[in-house]
């Protein structure tokens, strides 16, 4: 009603629906998996929280499900965020959900509408994205004090499941931003700018947890997490398929 229909090109449309889907569909398993957590978690502010979670994500949903039908139908998920997804939603870890979904998919959403929300100036989007993110900080927020907490009662079994499971997702994940980089770049988003921000803020994040863990010795070196981004940042740059 602020706004009017949004006024973009065809192509717009057509990038916005393939980035904004993957971004819905996980806001979809964000609400299912926090709904999850809340049944599974004992600590009662941890409830309260996941709770407001819930609420929230369904909010999401919501408003990426009706602005996404002011630009078309909304396209399947593509398989390898498919398979994220759906690993993120059966397991039965408390520790596995909450790295899959407070630090690895919240992590990556964030960084799409916030490349989104400065790159792309469509009013409707960028208002709804400024709304959203105040919420996604508040989750990111949760798992920067709760996980901690969460990962000191797993076994040494189960932290090396979850580093595998780790890598297995982040192959996954850069599959999928790769497809999506000529849908960016037809809307004015520097994949690999976002990718390195996004990269160095999860790194960042992932090692201040993991330091708060009786793991902090058995991660793996900050340095070769690092190296190993810039080996997946010259893939991206070079891809220039669909």
Sequence with gaps: KKYGEPKLTKEEKEALLKILSIIYYGEIVAMLVAGQLLNMVEDMDAKKV???QVI???????AYQKYLGLLGPIPEIDPNSRCVLDDVLRTNSIALKMVGLH???ETVAYYLFTALKESFHEPILKELLEYIAKDEAKHVGFARKYLPEVINRISHLEQIRILIKQM????????SITRLKRSAEAIGIDVIKWFERG????????Y????????S????PKSVSEIISQKV???????SGN
């Design 50 to 52: 996941l709770s407001a």
């Design 217 to 220: 010795k058995f991660v793996i």
């Design 233 to 239: 940042m010259d893939i991206i740059k070079n891809y």
């Design 56 to 62: 929230e994500e369904a909010k999401h949903v919501t």
């Design 168 to 175: 297995i997702w982040t192959f996954h994940i850069t599959a």
């Design 208 to 215: 201040e947890i993991a330091d708060k863990t009786k793991f």
């Design 103 to 105: 630090l690895l998919t």
């Design 199 to 206: 990269t160095k803020d999860f790194l960042n994040l992932a």
